[in-house]
């Protein structure tokens, strides 16, 4: 079945850079689209980034000059990295696959900007 | 951006209602409009694509509609597995935006 797996380091300090990683299983990043998607404490869902099979990618551009986004295909793994991390930065990090939509989404990653 | 708003921010509902969930848009977004549901324990799942599309699996008392800038989700004979917060969200221009989300609980 279709499964997708966030990963990350939990806390951060302020202005440091964060990677996090979207491991899948049940389909191929070759045929499929991954987006990351956060969630600050108690507000609502920001699209950040997709990065499609091809290996295209489509950023929020409010963000983009902080974001980076890359994949692995053969290790099934997706990465999300950061720069420049504050507190607002704190959030749950999910990815989701594309298909139509975000169809199937991780349970997410909980990432606290502190010092 | 396009901005997608849910007026009503928490609903209130008995088991067996019917629950209308809406959101609308500032701009048209020619249907290109989805559902999910997150539940408290922070799980995300799609229910409705491209306005009216029932995700795999999603049982068949959700149903999409809408057209322009206003859309809805309505649940159909309110289940106590339905507690949980609803988002629209739209794919129609860049960046994807999602609403502000409806939680819906039980009277």
């Known amino acids: 079945q279709v499964q997708l797996k966030e990963s990350g380091p939990g806390l951060v300090a302020p202005s440091q850079s964060l990677s996090i990683t979207c491991t899948i299983s049940g389909f191929s990043l070759t045929s499929y689209g991954v987006h990351w998607v956060r969630q600050p404490p108690g507000k609502g869902l920001e699209w950040l980034v997709v990065?499609?099979?091809?290996?295209?990618?489509t950023y929020n551009s409010a963000l983009k000059s902080r974001l980076s986004i890359s994949k692995d295909n053969s290790k099934s793994q997706v990465f999300l990295k950061m720069n420049s991390l504050q507190t607002d930065d704190t959030a749950m990090y999910y990815c989701?696959?594309?298909?139509?939509?975000?169809?199937?989404w991780g349970q997410g990653t909980s990432v606290t900007v502190s010092s | 951006d396009i901005q997608m708003t849910q007026t009503t921010s928490s609903l209130s509902a008995s088991l067996g209602d019917r629950v209308t969930i809406s959101c609308s848009a500032s701009?048209?977004?020619?249907?290109?409009l989805n559902w999910y549901q997150q539940k408290p324990d922070g799980t995300v799942k799609l229910l409705i694509y491209?306005?009216?599309s029932l995700h795999s699996g999603v049982p068949s008392r959700f149903s999409g509609s809408g057209s322009g800038t206003d859309y809805s989700l309505t649940i159909s004979n309110l289940e106590p597995e339905d507690i949980a917060t609803y988002y629209c969200?739209?794919?129609?221009?860049?960046?994807?935006?999602f609403g502000g989300g409806t939680k819906l609980e039980i009277k």
């Open positions: 989701a696959r594309h298909l139509n939509a975000m169809d199937y």
């Open positions: 969200q739209q794919y129609s221009k860049l960046p994807y935006t």
């Open positions: 491209y306005t009216s």
């Open positions: 990065i499609w099979s091809d290996g295209s990618t």
């Open positions: 701009q048209g977004i020619s249907n290109y």
